[in-house]
């Protein structure tokens, strides 16, 4: 992909990233382009599926999901089916922030939102563990947020 990028679509992605309600204008005067000529390349960085939406950071505890937990799924059966019937379901599931496939001692690592542990094991008790093929459910709750970034380095893309 680096090479389908030049160093102004780079900038164009850095500064979006630090805000993403920047205008074209605003993008034009720090990158030395004129405004449709960013417009240009922004939609051809979404076409390219760089960019691949626009959304707003916002603080959960400020709503009431105080508590983060990153709860560790073990599936009992290895095979397309209870795989993608444990995806298909967590999707559904509006707590789940993130899911992700990992390796190591367990298959799945969710990044879970809600308002505390009384909600969490009704999330538990009532949709996860009926979620049919999961093994097992390790639980960790986040104390605090030393760093949570939503931009990617790009000073060394590949």
């Known amino acids: 992909m680096r090479d389908r990028l030049d160093e102004v679509d780079v900038n164009i992605l850095r500064l979006l990233m630090e805000d993403g309600r920047i205008t074209n204008a605003d993008i034009a005067r720090k990158v030395g382009l004129s405004a449709p000529s ?15 939406g626009y ?5 959960p505890a400020t709503l009431g999901y ?4 990153m ?7 290895h095979q397309e ?3 993608d019937r444990f995806v298909r379901a967590v999707q559904e599931i509006p707590e789940v922030q993130a899911c992700y496939h990992v390796s190591g001692e367990f298959d799945y690592l969710l990044k879970i939102v809600v308002q505390d542990m009384k ?3 009704a ?4 949709r996860l563990s009926k979620i049919k093929g999961i093994g097992k459910i390790h639980s ?3 104390l605090a947020t030393a760093k949570e970034v939503h931009s990617l380095p790009l000073e060394d893309l590949p």
């Not at 960085?45 to 760089?50: A, F, I, K, Q, R």
């Open 66 to 69: 105080s508590l983060t937990v």
């Open 123 to 126: 999330l538990i008790k009532d």
């Open 71 to 77: 709860a560790q799924i073990s599936l009992a059966l």
């Open 55 to 59: 959304t707003v950071v916002v603080d």
């Open 140 to 142: 960790c709750f986040v």
């Open 119 to 121: 909600s969490y094991e």
């Open 38 to 52: 960013v417009l240009q390349r922004v939609r051809k960085l979404e076409d390219l599926g760089v960019i691949r």
């Open 81 to 83: 089916q209870p795989i």
